[in-house]
């Protein structure tokens, strides 16, 4: 996968244009626009104030809200995808119980990749020891399954880890100024969470790679359903 793909202009460009020419969204938001003019066009009986008022309403917020998350992008990630179905028979046992917690084969983490992807074309940049494979060396493929071994992810993210503070104090300030001391944490413990399932894969010998995740919404079955394909979120 090409990182330019990834890069963030470009991403949330291309959500905002799905989102703008998804016919049915479009349709409803154009019809309750237009159901607005009418309401307010007189003579306009009583129900059409009290029923199809707040009906359109609804549906314009509905469309602005779901555009306004689609420019936001924060349902979208880097996650690690393993070459197994993660989740156990047992893995909706106990669901619905107050602090249920879906048991799954290997480590998931949820909120892990998000800064990653903020800042993968960055992250190609910064130097790295000689021998070690950039984080675009396992970005899967379309017709490529996971292959990776975790060792080689390990000590990728480790080398980026000992390396970016150190980049970050010596780089030009014109380039870096856009990366906040908050971004950095949140990079760092990105790489802290991955290492953490890499090397849980490695224990349990199980191959990786790191794909583009961007979903929406989220609920249980939704996830389910992701680490059933190996997801480990």
Known sequence: MDVVFLSKKRRKRNR?????????????????????????????????????????LLVIYW???ALLEDING??????????????????????????????????????AGYFILEYIN???????SKGTERLSYFLDARNNPSS???????????????????????FDKKVSSGISSKDIKGILKDFDDFIEILKDLKNKEVKFS????????????????????????
């Not at 995808?81 to 602090?99: R, S």
């Not at 794909?211 to 359903?225: D, G, K, R, T, Y």
């Open 74 to 111: 924060e349902y979208e990630r880097l996650v690690i995808q393993t070459d197994i179905n993660i989740c156990p028979p047992t893995y909706w046992n106990g669901f619905g119980k107050e602090n249920w917690q879906a048991e799954t084969h290997v480590k998931t983490n949820f909120s």
């Open 63 to 65: 469309f602005i809200s």
């Open 210 to 233: 790191l794909v583009f995740l961007s979903q929406p919404v989220w609920n249980h079955e939704i996830q389910f359903n992701y680490r059933q394909r190996g997801y480990c979120i």
């Open 16 to 56: 905002v244009l799905a989102n703008l020419f998804n016919p049915i969204p479009l349709i409803c938001f154009l019809l309750a626009i237009f159901s607005l003019w009418a309401i307010f066009s007189p003579p306009s009986p009583l129900w059409q104030f009290f029923i199809g008022l707040p009906v359109s």
């Open 148 to 170: 990776n071994d975790p060792d080689k992810g390990i000590k990728t993210l480790l080398d980026l880890k000992n390396s970016i503070e150190n980049y970050i104090a010596n």
């Open 122 to 128: 960055f992250l190609e940049r910064i130097p790295i």
